[in-house]
């Protein structure tokens, strides 16, 4: 059999161990080397292979791997860019299906969320149609965990890991300075449409008074009335409140309650919920107020990433290239949990048709009655994703976050404009 190139890309938001599915990728594929010729990553994503801006992972050795490995980020650059439908523009598809006959690239692994599978999908109908030999897989990437197909997604584990510390120690600190005029804390984390982030912070209660005291899902409409009046029972009761607020939260009317900038594909940008809420409860009760928006900090913390994550973020790589090197198109290695308690998990084979660009919102059963909290199954569910540490190497007293070099592949077409 013909040895042909791998090429491999990230996609989307990038999280504090999509790099560990690199390294996976890149050590798996010389597990074939009968299929599997040189190892490929495209700089930023689709776009990098629309420009042919690639580089070679090949000579990547053990300590490179690891390197790789413990480096938060995307290594290789990412993108939010979606394909335009084939019909629309074909000649895009006749790019990539150019740029990948010039390089005798047999393999694409596209590592990202639901979006992403989409992408993968298209491809791989482009070059069947196109009569170009590829194989395409997708590998799950996201820190929202609303993929679909997978018990959880790769990256989750480690933003949750983050999210639910970051809600003790603030915890700690509003506890310390409460005091009779009442105060509160408000962090605003990521969750679009499902709030799976939102319901990590609880994970850090060790008793029923511990924060969060609330959480605003975008599962949930906002009630305003009820919430404040839990807010107030909650202040009264201990001196203070502290509450999780995913950016994705929808009025009665169903619609956002802050956004930002739309862009000119309409995607809108979110932010600002957890100063509106702040400033909500401060207005209607008094209460002294704070509020944080972690934002990037939540997915790019490799100080504290989970070890099942880093575990299934490699696992996933490692799989994604076994059903590449059998020849498995349009497939995506999901993540199947075998039990919860000792947590065991495998990977197995989905198909991408019904994953593509759709979303897995928290269940209701999740959720308790009130819709300002998780249930005993939801923690159940969620406590084996953040368990784990592994820690960075260090140097100079900080994390010491080095990045093999990987030489750029000598472009062979003309430049290419997006």
Request: net charge neutral.
């Given at each position: 059999?013909?040895?042909?190139?791998?090429?491999?890309?990230?996609?989307?938001?990038?999280?504090?161990?999509?790099?560990?599915?690199?390294?996976?990728?890149?050590?798996?594929?010389?597990?074939?080397?009968?299929?599997?010729?040189?190892?490929?990553?495209?700089?930023?994503?689709?776009?990098?292979?629309?420009?042919?801006?690639?580089?070679?992972?090949?000579?990547?050795?053990?300590?490179?791997?690891?390197?790789?490995?413990?480096?938060?980020?995307?290594a290789f650059g990412s993108?939010?860019?979606?394909?335009?439908?084939?019909?629309?523009?074909?000649?895009?598809?006749?790019?990539?299906?150019?740029?990948?006959?010039?390089?005798?690239?047999?393999?694409?692994?596209?590592?990202?969320?639901?979006?992403?599978?989409?992408?993968?999908?298209?491809?791989?109908?482009?070059?069947?149609?196109?009569?170009?030999?590829?194989?395409?897989?997708?590998?799950?990437?996201?820190?929202?965990?609303?993929?679909?197909?997978?018990?959880?997604?790769?990256?989750?584990?480690?933003?949750?890991?983050?999210?639910?510390?970051?809600?003790?120690?603030?915890?700690?600190?509003?506890?310390?300075?409460s005091s009779r005029r009442?105060?509160?804390?408000?962090?605003?984390?990521?969750?679009?449409?499902?709030?799976?982030?939102?319901?990590?912070?609880?994970?850090?209660?060790?008793?029923?008074?511990d924060p969060p005291h609330?959480?605003?899902?975008?599962?949930?409409?906002?009630?305003?009335?009820?919430?404040?009046?839990?807010?107030?029972?909650?202040?009264?009761?201990?001196?203070?409140?502290?509450?999780?607020?995913?950016?994705?939260?929808?009025?009665?009317?169903?619609?956002?309650?802050?956004?930002?900038?739309?862009?000119?594909?309409?995607?809108?940008?979110?932010?600002?919920?957890?100063?509106?809420?702040?400033?909500?409860?401060?207005?209607?009760?008094?209460?002294?107020?704070?509020?944080?928006?972690?934002?990037?900090?939540?997915?790019?913390?490799?100080?504290?990433?989970?070890?099942?994550?880093?575990?299934?973020?490699?696992?996933?790589?490692?799989?994604?290239?076994?059903?590449?090197?059998?020849?498995?198109?349009?497939?995506?290695?999901?993540?199947?949990?075998?039990?919860?308690?000792?947590?065991?998990?495998?990977?197995?084979?989905?198909?991408?048709?019904?994953?593509?660009?759709?979303?897995?919102?928290?269940?209701?059963?999740?959720?308790?009655?009130?819709?300002?909290?998780?249930?005993?199954?939801?923690?159940?569910?969620?406590?084996?994703?953040?368990?784990?540490?592994?820690?960075?190497?260090?140097?100079?007293?900080?994390?010491?976050?080095?990045?093999?070099?990987?030489?750029?592949?000598?472009?062979?077409?003309?430049?290419?404009?997006?």
């Amino acid at each position: 059999m013909k040895r042909r190139i791998l090429l491999y890309a990230q996609s989307g938001g990038v999280t504090a161990v999509i790099n560990a599915t690199a390294a996976g990728v890149i050590a798996a594929a010389r597990a074939h080397p009968e299929t599997i010729g040189r190892v490929y990553a495209a700089r930023h994503g689709i776009l990098g292979v629309l420009r042919e801006e690639l580089v070679d992972c090949t000579t990547f050795d053990d300590a490179d791997c690891r390197a790789l490995m413990a480096r938060p980020g995307g290594a290789f650059g990412s993108c939010r860019f979606d394909l335009d439908p084939p019909e629309e523009n074909p000649a895009q598809f006749d790019r990539l299906i150019t740029v990948f006959s010039a390089h005798d690239i047999g393999y694409f692994l596209y590592n990202g969320g639901n979006g992403s599978m989409d992408t993968v999908m298209k491809l791989s109908a482009a070059a069947r149609s196109r009569g170009y030999p590829l194989t395409c897989v997708g590998v799950p990437k996201t820190v929202d965990n609303d993929l679909l197909g997978t018990d959880c997604s790769p990256g989750f584990g480690s933003a949750a890991k983050y999210l639910a510390t970051s809600m003790l120690e603030a915890g700690l600190d509003l506890k310390a300075m409460s005091s009779r005029r009442g105060r509160v804390f408000v962090m605003e984390v990521m969750g679009r449409n499902c709030g799976w982030l939102a319901a990590s912070t609880v994970l850090a209660r060790r008793v029923a008074d511990d924060p969060p005291h609330l959480v605003l899902f975008p599962e949930r409409s906002f009630d305003e009335t009820a919430f404040l009046a839990r807010v107030k029972a909650c202040v009264e009761r201990l001196g203070y409140c502290a509450i999780t607020v995913a950016e994705g939260v929808r009025g009665k009317d169903g619609r956002l309650l802050i956004e930002q900038d739309e862009d000119a594909k309409g995607y809108i940008q979110l932010g600002g919920i957890g100063q509106f809420i702040a400033r909500l409860i401060h207005t209607r009760l008094g209460y002294k107020h704070h509020w944080t928006v972690p934002d990037y900090l939540q997915r790019s913390a490799g100080h504290l990433v989970s070890a099942t994550d880093r575990a299934q973020a490699e696992g996933v790589g490692w799989a994604a290239v076994q059903y590449a090197a059998a020849g498995r198109d349009n497939v995506m290695p999901g993540i199947v949990r075998r039990s919860d308690v000792p947590y065991r998990w495998q990977t197995a084979p989905v198909d991408l048709a019904g994953i593509a660009n759709a979303e897995r919102r928290v269940p209701d059963e999740f959720i308790s009655e009130c819709g300002f909290d998780i249930t005993p199954a939801a923690i159940t569910w969620l406590k084996p994703l953040v368990d784990g540490e592994v820690m960075p190497p260090f140097a100079g007293g900080v994390p010491d976050y080095r990045c093999p070099e990987a030489p750029a592949v000598i472009k062979k077409l003309a430049d290419y404009t997006v």
